[in-house]
Each structure stands twice: as structure tokens, then as C-alpha cells.
């Protein structure tokens, strides 16, 4: 969906460096989810966040990982230290209180060299 | 078991054909239930939505659910190469915080 917007859609990384992808959802949406996709892989849920509050975080690994998805701004993804194994395209959806069906953004493709 | 099977294919129909895709669900509490295509390299996208066991169409969908055996299905009547794609089933719980959890998709080859 053309609403929620990611960036950057491509980021390449060195092993060991941050990566820190950001989502804006669709105006009026106060959820949003984070996906990863492995190549040839399912979506894996990450976490949901409401604004201020992460609601579910039960997909996030335990290290390296966290996300924020602040009173204003746009929902923030920040993996430290990346590996090889990050790489991977990862998506944001949000979807508005009254309707839980996450509409997804276009992604971002993470490459970790 | 995964909380949602899907048979990952490739499922290979010829132009024209009604292409099945079929999907099981883990979570007797899933009330909702959403399917999602998904084209190489882009983004899922919301295609059919069911929330009561039956039928819903929807042009050349056809969405049909069954809680007793938990099991959803995806019907494509007069398959077109553009729906050559993955398609995902994603049950939806109030009990799993509302998060969608995904299966691992069924790729879709329509033959012209």
C-alpha cells in the first residue's frame, strides 16, 4: 500500500555497523507491525508497537534488535552490530485502531556485506 | 506444529483454470481471517478478508472458511497469468495481541 511509507527501500551495511530503518504509516494509523522476510522465506512477525508502546515484541531476537515508534515521527527498526544473517527485506505495515489489518509498506531490503 | 500450514507449491494451473490454495490454522480462538498476494520482490498485498464460516466472493475470488476443521481455502476462478504470485494466509486472533501471523505462502504459476 502506497501509504506507508519506508526508507531507505535498499541499505547496505558492513558487518558490525547499525542499521536503521524507518516507517511512516498511513495517516490515522496508530499500529504498526514489523515483518522480516528471509529470501525464500515467510514473513516472520517482529513486534507491534501502538504509539509510545510496544504491544508485542515476541518475534524480536533478544540482542541486537529494537524498535520505537515515537508520539511523533515515524516507527524506527535499529539493528546493531549487523551480521551476514540480518540480511533479509524488512517490512512495515500499520493499520488504523478499529480495524487490525496491516496494510504493508514497500519495504526495506537490508544487505549486510 | 506451525501455527498456520500452507503447502508452499509451486501449484501450477493453466490460463484459465480454477487455481486452490489451501491453508490450516493452529489457533481455534482466530476469528479473522485475511489472504495476501505477494509478487516477487514487492510487498504483500490484502486480497480477501473472511471472518464467518461459508463463502465470500469476490470477483474471481472466492474465499471459503470452515473453523470446525480449521481450515481456510483461497478459490481463483479463470486463472490469469498476473496471478502468478505468492499467496499468503494469515489468521488473525484478540487473543495473540492482534498481531497477523503468516504462513509460508503458496506459490501460484498460471501457464499461458
Known amino acids: 500500500n502506497a501509504g506507508v511509507m519506508q526508507n531507505p527501500r535498499h541499505l547496505v551495511r558492513r558487518r558490525g555497523q547499525e542499521a536503521r530503518l524507518r516507517c511512516s504509516p498511513v495517516k490515522g494509523h496508530s499500529h504498526v507491525y514489523w515483518y522480516r522476510q528471509l529470501p525464500e522465506e515467510g514473513l516472520k512477525f517482529m513486534v507491534y508497537?501502538?504509539?509510545?508502546?510496544?504491544?508485542?515484541e515476541s518475534g524480536m531476537p533478544k540482542e541486537r534488535f529494537s524498535a520505537e515508534f515515537p508520539k511523533e515521527g515515524p516507527s524506527i527498526l535499529r539493528i546493531q552490530q549487523v551480521v551476514r544473517g540480518d540480511s533479509a527485506a524488512y517490512f512495515c505495515?500499520?493499520?488504523?485502531?478499529?480495524?487490525?489489518?496491516?496494510?504493508f509498506g514497500q519495504g526495506t531490503r537490508l544487505t549486510v556485506v | 506444529q506451525k501455527e498456520v500450514e500452507q503447502n508452499s507449491g509451486p501449484l501450477s494451473v493453466p490460463e484459465g483454470a480454477i487455481a486452490s490454495l489451501n491453508c490450516t490454522y493452529s489457533?481455534?480462538?482466530?476469528?479473522?481471517f485475511f489472504w495476501y498476494r505477494q509478487y516477487s520482490g514487492k510487498s504483500p498485498e490484502l486480497i480477501m478478508s473472511i471472518y464467518s464460516n461459508g463463502d465470500k466472493e469476490d470477483g474471481r475470488f472466492t474465499a471459503q472458511l470452515n473453523k470446525a476443521s480449521q481450515y481456510v481455502s483461497l478459490l481463483i476462478r479463470d486463472s490469469q497469468p498476473s496471478d502468478s504470485a505468492t499467496y499468503l494466509c494469515a489468521p488473525w486472533s484478540s487473543g495473540n495481541t492482534g498481531k497477523l501471523i503468516f504462513g509460508q505462502g503458496t506459490t501460484l504459476q498460471v501457464k499461458p
Open positions: 505495515a500499520s493499520s488504523p485502531p478499529s480495524v487490525l489489518v496491516p496494510f
Open positions: 508497537l501502538q504509539k509510545e508502546n510496544i504491544i508485542d
Open positions: 489457533d481455534r480462538g482466530s476469528q479473522s
